[in-house]
């Protein structure tokens, strides 16, 4: 055989042992993100299953945004020089109630408007 014929087998196959390598590193990778994928698929579903709908909450912020609706058109009215009333706006929610009662912090600035804590068990 040829000195050529020999150094391109040689050559084609150092790059085919290159190549199967290189293929089995990848797969070696992709089982490792598959499983880490696993745990994180476990640990999303044990989430679902904890989480609760909050009726109570989208209440309060329906309240809310009826509220801020309320004081909007009052707004535009003062802006637009007209004197209609402002609609009646629905009842403040016990969070917001519980928001303005509650002390600023020694940062001088307010404390947002946010619901109670969820306890969970576990």
């Given at each position: 055989?040829?000195?050529?014929?020999v150094?391109?087998?040689?050559?084609?196959?150092?790059?085919?042992?290159?190549l199967a390598i290189?293929?089995i590193?990848?797969?070696s990778?992709?089982?490792k993100?598959?499983?880490?994928l696993?745990v994180?698929l476990g640990a999303?579903?044990?989430?679902a299953?904890?989480v609760?709908?909050a009726p109570g909450?989208?209440?309060?912020?329906?309240?809310?945004v009826g509220?801020?609706q309320g004081a909007?058109h009052?707004?535009?009215?003062?802006?637009t020089g007209g004197?209609?009333p402002?609609?009646?706006a629905p009842a403040?929610?016990r969070?917001?109630?519980?928001a303005?009662?509650?002390?600023?912090?020694?940062s001088?600035r307010?404390?947002?408007?946010?619901p109670?804590?969820?306890?969970?068990?576990?």
């Open positions: 055989m040829a000195p050529a014929a150094g391109t087998l040689v050559v084609t196959a150092v790059l085919v042992a290159g290189y293929l590193m990848i797969a990778n992709l089982a993100i598959s499983s880490a696993d994180v999303v579903t044990g989430i299953g904890q609760k709908p909450v989208v209440g309060s912020i329906a309240r809310d509220a801020i909007l009052g707004l535009i009215a003062l802006a004197a209609a402002a609609p009646a403040p929610s969070s917001s109630a519980r303005a009662a509650a002390p600023a912090p020694s001088g307010s404390r947002p408007n946010l109670p804590p969820v306890h969970r068990r576990h």
